[in-house]
């Protein structure tokens, strides 16, 4: 059954591994390849060859941050082909050479436009836009050149890094270790290869919660957050075309402790900000050491408005000569709630007017019309009622919105509010030491998620600025370098093309060889993360008791890391640092985590059952636990030397509310003390009783013809002495398969041989007998009769259990060009399904909608629960909550409102509403029940409607009792054939 | 402050040690001494002498279980004196001899009422009644004669038995190693002892639920459950003056696995029934042996009522010739309910048509008049929904009410009921395997709670027959033995005269030496047992943070422990045995459990906490789960040379839901690793967190000058090396003291120098400083001024937090002689009250009634919270709730209902009724809540009316927050001096 067009990506994949050796390697920036393969075409600019190197010529009166990048792409080309070009501003003697130059301050570059040797439509008045071209005899005494030109400082520099990237030096090359490719020559193709500009203006990070892990690497590798540091982190974001941060300000003050910081930003190009709650680019930290020197030193706009604004006038003063963003507003001190000032209204009010008098000071100091400075407010936490309750915001001030701190957009922009000159923004989160819980320690984002949500804010019109809260920094190298690459091109990063993105990610990292295996393995950690963070997963996670659910998942975690192991004893040595720190430590570690847990859960129910591989199970959970901390301090001491220390020291084990742990705790895990003699347990799927002692029937699962599937019979021992007895089906048509697996003790596979079976409801038995007599296990059994076969072909059936159905097995309709799409890898299934255009206008019934129908059949009439299961969607969209319409057959429509029943529950609200706020986000994942009554059994077609866009739809439950715990609910059903 | 008259109980048992070698050892049937000290007096009766020993004389015509009675006593007198006496139905030539006889049986007693020697007014038409007297010369040749006469055959039995006892042989000689106390002479006091009669008519036990420990040991000792046993068993009930006897059939048939089984019960004197589910007196077992040889072999009176008949016919037929309590009415196969036979109604009008057929053949095979073959029916469990609904029972059928398996009676006769000539009985438990939860492995069934519900069942006249379900029998003595001896004087064991019961009970089976001692350590162990039944004691029942109570509680069972090992170094050898199984073993081994659990509850906090110590809680957790097993395996192989071996095989710990675990499972713990270096931790008393990691202010609970008080900061390393830090109090009226406990890292106790600290609110500072900076915790403090405390002077007063009030400190009222009583040593408390007399109308307000009035004084004005804490009572009167009435000053009452929002609430029901059916019965304890507003701070008075007796008040709590979780509740405040 082919369910999603997920194949097309397979099929990609699989083209990509045969064409290893011919396909390109573009950057990920340009989607084109500029260097050429071993032998190069004619017309081609031999930037290095075998016995030369072509020179960097520049203007003296070019941006020094210019010439700075000129002077990594000098290193960049030394460390590819050993060789190392001379940069000079002056017009060397070679006849090919590299010109590299902003329009405006380059004098060459001026004079190849001017003489029509440069097209610059695409750079003048452009922003942040290059082009890479060659351009045969551009002036005397020049046979060829490679010119490299800027429509602005950070547009040239994007070029030199671009150039960069294609000849082989990733911008993670220092900080994820991944080494230059070497080659002996570098040939550029002939062509022009142009930019464009970015769709979104400004495109940063923020460290943010930088303790333990990036105070200590700092303090050990840097001497602190200085300007060593914060020169690694600006080169890194120019790589990787970003231009603006807000820096670490836990327990630092990026201006003040170390006065090259903001000299350094503006000069490598990197525009300044502080973060949400830091107005008038002063940190936090500075009030906290200096507040003595105003006024009262309470932060308090009430109390102490003269102090604060000299406080703010000071930071605007010494900083007015860089590039900034000033953040406006006030938040309380140290990232809280501010003091009331007297209620909603009170506290608008005064937001407004603190606003204004922040103006007056820019407009003071800075430039008198203040609409030219960029300034951004953040709604952020409670921030956002402040907005909701019409709080005026100056039309050119950006107005930044913030997620729900795991990566689901609170609120959007109108149409109506779109109109204003500062327009919108994201703050977006990646890591978060905060509510609803935090996860600092690794990568848990899915680029399917990322990408989906911030899809949406491109399309909304949020494009002014993203930023991201990347904790750390590292491990995060993945999504920050996705969230980047969206904000320059969000069009070039919709869901079809991320699996594509993943690939040349890897091969540009680890080259083509693997690429496609590396591709997978990050693909599905990060999936596997988004399913539940690991922090969240506890021993009762994944069932242990049904659907084999703990078994799926621990086989899932370990089949992934097994792939990388393999690919990390293969990789050539120098490659081996990169891979484990992008690759294999975030697949490990996180499957350690989670596996721990999952043992720990089967020590628990194993304890229960008496069994004594109770303590062998305790002991592996140990292992597991002492082999996290191995992890950990392989990262630490061995990795790159040592390079990395502390980068994850942050704990992750253990954590029991929305902080990290304070140390990593193991679950706790029972031990039993054998009983003397032979005793022997028995113990069913779905039941935590043992037997013989239990009290009760031993009954495995209902078997149904139509979802054919295996169940078991454990039997183990609960003594000091071996055990003794038989097992035996007592129906020929009962499968019975003895299997030993670790930590299992002795399971015995149940399946049913339909063929044989009786048309119908009946009990089979499954006899256990030893000394202490027979035990009688009954095997429930249900199958279709021809009739049922017949009316169930083609149809999702079921005799008594759920039904669950994948989204993709609908047939979909379309209404006026609003279609049900695809969304490859996304969440919890192979392929969901969610409406486009993303901006479409939402439709109730009895509109026309698009649809998805699946046909069922169900063996009996009364009432069916269907349970969708959703994305973890905000009610982004104002004044209206975020629907969907349910429905069986030519029933009306059941219109469901994710947000019905708690339309006000505000984001990190105490009560209810925190409640399903922190189970949505635990989960990942939302969920919509409605109730249907069916009159009749037999066929039925269940149809889904859209009513709102912005829902992602995974799966579909359809059941008519209650379903036997589980974190995924029941496996998805097989159509009937 | 004097709280309880318990102090009285104090005062006797101070005399009691003093007077330690003037005392009297009576029995606990008699309450008079009748064996004479050293020194006999004159007149005294020479039993045994240095030099000789008098025969025993009986009729032959006697009753067999007379002589074999005899026969014990016989052997019991030497036991004793080492001399042993003729046993004759011949007058002997001796001038002093004992004769013993059954009126209507022996000539000799007949002759001696005839004569007018022997005064048979309370033997004659009596039940089980006997007259013990020395009679001068009560024939020709007889110079003084020691007479024993009953008024029927286990009338003289009990009489032999009370002889033995006095001598020294405790009932439980046997049964727990009691040895008998050695006399050189036995001197009998003149005078005339006589029994009366019994309350209760029928008084016996329920052998039940004997897997796994009564079945393997009576396999291993006796081979099987045979007459060889339960010989042993009818000798201690005769001993304990009971009667009756429902015999084990879990998987045994009394009347079938040994035949001699029913004979020799009637022989030794005890009337057999079969349990509440096996009507006409024979077994489940039975049935499923034999049922192919009735009818459809369907336990199903609907599909097979002449197969029934025929079975139980058949079995009345058998024990005809017996002494027999037949049980009526029908309920399913193996303890279950009966299956649906179409609705309530239906299936009341089938029982009684089932007992209409089972009288009919009692009527045929036994006696015509059937009003005069006793017969019972049970409502246990859901049967008593049936007699609710009004089904018919024949007047003649003894009704048996039972508890809620959990030692609180359902239900009791009301006036009306009680004109019935077959009366109530009770079915009660002390041990439990079922629902709400099983209990069997301990005795956890303190003396006051039988007292005051069995005392409930006397005075509301169900009388007529009590039932205990006793388990194994074993490890219960003390229990038993007490309902037992309550059945047969109720008035003897009202709850003024248990302590001096105990202590009796402790110089009976012990000597007086340390009488006290023991009896004070066994009503401590059961009390704590009563608490929380050790099985139900988890990690987390007893709170780690609030108000130290886990501490205290481990406190508790420590001293209770070590007391107990001390009093077994220093007693006899030869009574090791006995008090190893009745005191130190039943105290130990519930304390290890108890305290395996409060380690493993701060192993999980100590974990969250990071501290290094939670490895060695862990491993103490270990040790104590050890620790257990190595008591059982003392109990079961070393104890008595292994006599009582497998009665200890009970699992205990673990138990997750109703049943007993499969094995014992050590509760789970957490392992952390240390972190490198020198890492410190603080923590406070009432948080979980950890500073200074956690985010947020560190705050010790409220200092309140009216209840004074110490709380702590505990500081602790985190790592592996050893932290350097220094702590200071930054206000002269905080007193920090050091103190170091294992497991608890560094402690300092906190407490305020009242005299030098601030009138009013105040925070003062306790500082931690390391390298890593202070830490600063608040100590938030509140003084009375002069003026409040003149106020509050004589009062329960608060400044902020809750107050809690020992249901004692009442200021009492009576109204028509119906008063609040204490009960000592009731519960939770020291001293409980309840309503007496316990038949007392109920009163509804304004009507005047009983109060309990208590001076508080709040600092505050507002709505506050009343939490009375209560006995588990049920709502055993039916038709009405069971209610009691609160109020503040002259405020209108508010009638509480116990019963109120689930007045339906079947027993055992699914659902929110058996969730507070469950809560309460793991409690042990109820609780009601009101709500009182306040409209003024300073003096108040709360008032508590009686509205329905039955009902203990335990304690008070009063607040106007939320309360920290715990189980107890704050500890009770002090008045105000």
Chains 1, 2 share one sequence.
Not at 188 to 211: K, M
Not at 421 to 439: E, L, R, T, V, W
Not at 648 to 668: C, F, K, L, R, T
Request: aromatic fraction near 10%; charged fraction near 25%; proline fraction near 7%.
């Amino acid at each position: 059954m082919k369910n999603c067009s997920c194949l097309k990506t397979l099929i990609l994949l699989f083209a990509g591994f045969l064409s290893l050796f011919v396909r390109a390697e573009p950057s990920l920036g340009l989607p084109v390849e500029i260097v050429a393969k071993a032998t190069p075409p004619a017309g081609a600019f031999p930037l290095v060859t075998t016995t030369h190197q072509a020179p960097l010529w520049y203007d003296t009166n070019d941006f020094p941050g210019v010439v700075r990048a000129i002077g990594d792409l000098q290193a960049d080309i030394e460390r590819v082909t050993s060789r190392k070009p001379v940069i000079s501003p002056k017009q060397s003697s070679d006849t090919e050479l590299v010109i590299i130059g902003t329009i405006g301050n380059s004098a060459t570059i001026d004079a190849l436009i001017a003489s029509g040797k440069l097209d610059a439509s695409d750079l003048k008045g452009k922003w942040e836009s290059f082009v890479i071209t060659t351009i045969a005899q551009p002036m005397a005494g020049v046979k060829n050149a490679l010119v490299i030109a800027g429509s602005d400082k950070r547009g040239t520099i994007y070029g030199i890094y671009e150039l960069s990237e294609q000849l082989g030096v990733s911008p993670w090359y220092w900080w994820a270790d991944v080494p230059p490719k070497k080659r002996a020559q570098a040939y550029i193709l002939p062509g022009r290869y142009a930019s464009g500009e970015p769709v979104v203006r400004y495109r940063g990070i923020f460290l943010n919660d930088e303790r333990p892990c990036l105070t200590e690497w700092t303090k050990e590798k840097f001497d602190g957050l200085n300007s060593k540091f914060y020169t690694k982190v600006f080169e890194l974001l120019l790589r990787l075309r970003a231009n603006y941060l807000w820096p670490a300000m836990w327990d630092n003050a990026f201006n003040e402790d170390d006065p090259l910081n903001p000299k350094l930003a503006d000069e490598y190009g990197i525009v300044m900000g502080t973060s949400h709650h830091e107005p008038m680019d002063r940190s936090q930290q500075e009030w906290g050491r200096h507040k003595k020197e105003y006024g009262n030193a309470e932060w308090n706009y009430v109390s102490n408005k003269e102090g604060l604004l000299r406080f703010w006038a000071d930071g605007i003063e010494r900083n007015k000569s860089y590039e900034n963003i000033f953040t406006l507003g006030m938040r309380g001190d140290g990232d809280l709630a501010m003091p009331d000032a007297g209620g909603l209204v009170a506290n608008k009010n005064l937001i407004e007017q603190i606003m204004a008098d922040q103006r007056a000071i820019i407009s003071g100091h800075l430039d008198p019309d203040v609409k030219k400075v960029p300034q951004l407010w953040t709604l952020f936490s409670e921030v956002q009622k402040y907005y909701d309750a019409g709080l005026h915001v100056p039309d050119d001030v950006t107005v930044l919105f913030a997620d729900d701190n795991i990566g689901d957009l609170r609120r959007l922009p109108t149409a109506e509010e779109r109109k204003r000159s500062g327009g919108f923004g994201i703050y977006y989160h990646i890591d978060m030491h905060g509510g609803p819980f935090a996860y600092q320690w690794i990568n848990t984002n899915p680029f399917p998620k990322i990408s989906e949500q911030m899809y949406l804010a491109y399309e909304y019109g949020a494009t002014r600025l993203w930023i991201v809260n990347v904790g750390d920094l590292k491990p995060l190298e993945l999504p920050i370098e996705f969230f980047l690459r969206m904000a320059w091109n969000p069009a070039a990063l919709t869901k079809d093309k991320i699996s594509s993105y993943t690939r040349r990610w890897a091969e540009r990292d680890f080259g083509s060889e693997h690429a496609a295996e590396i591709a997978d393995i990050v693909s599905k950690y990060t999936k596997y993360n988004g399913w539940r963070k690991p922090e969240l997963v506890k021993p009762e996670t994944f069932s242990q008791l049904n659907y084999d659910e703990s078994d799926r998942v621990e086989a899932a975690w370990r089949e992934v890391v097994e792939r990388a192991e393999k690919l990390y004893a293969i990789l050539p040595p120098e490659q081996r640092d990169a891979f484990y720190q992008l690759v294999l430590h975030p697949a490990k570690a996180s499957a350690t985590v989670v596996e721990m847990n999952i043992e720990a859960g089967r020590n628990l129910l194993f304890a229960k059952q008496g069994r004594v591989s109770t303590n062998a199970v305790a002991a592996r959970v140990r292992a597991l636990f002492r082999q996290d901390r191995e992890l950990t301090n392989y990262y630490n001491h061995k990795l790159a030397g040592g390079k990395w220390n502390h980068l994850m020291d942050q704990s992750h084990i253990g954590q029991y509310n929305w902080e990290p742990p304070v140390v990593d705790v193991m679950p706790a895990v029972s031990e039993v003390i054998p009983l003397a003699g032979a005793v022997h347990g028995v113990s069913v799927e779905g039941d935590i009783s043992s037997w013989p002692e239990h009290y009760g029937d031993a009954i495995l699962p209902l078997f149904d013809s139509f979802q054919p599937r295996r169940s078991y019979v454990d039997v183990y021992t609960m003594g000091m002495e071996p055990i003794n007895y038989t097992i035996a089906a007592e129906q020929p048509w009962i499968l019975l398969t003895k299997e030993t697996t670790p930590h299992k003790d002795q399971r015995y596979w149940v399946e049913i041989n339909w063929a044989k079976a009786p048309v119908g409801t009946s009990t089979g038995t499954i006899t256990v007998s030893t000394y202490r007599g027979p035990l009688k296990v009954d095997v429930p059994v249900r199958k279709a009769s021809a009739e049922q076969i017949l009316a169930a072909k083609g149809r999702f059936a079921s005799l008594g259990g759920p039904i669950a159905i994948a989204a993709t097995a609908a047939k979909r309709s379309a209404v006026n060009g609003v279609s049900w799409e695809e969304l490859p890898d996304y969440g919890r299934v192979p392929c969901a399904l969610a409406i486009y255009p993303v901006t479409a206008a939402g439709v109730l019934p009895p509109e026309p909608a698009p649809t998805l129908k699946y046909p069922v059949y169900l063996s009996r009439a009364g009432n069916f629960e269907v349970t969708l299961v959703l994305n973890p969607v905000m009610n982004f969209v104002p004044d209206r909550g975020m629907r969907i319409a349910v429905a069986f057959d030519d029933q009306p429509s059941q219109v469901l409102d994710l947000f019905a029943e708690h339309p006000k529950a505000p984001f990190l609200a105490r009560g209810i509403g925190m409640q399903i706020m922190r189970d949505y986000a635990r989960d990942n994942a939302r969920y919509l029940r409605s109730t249907h009554n069916l009159s009749s059994p037999g066929a039925h077609e269940l149809v889904i409607s859209m009513v709102d866009p912005g829902i992602v739809v995974q799966k579909i439950i359809i059941n008519d009792r209650p379903l036997p715990e589980s974190y995924f609910g029941p496996p998805e059903s097989k159509l009937v054939e």
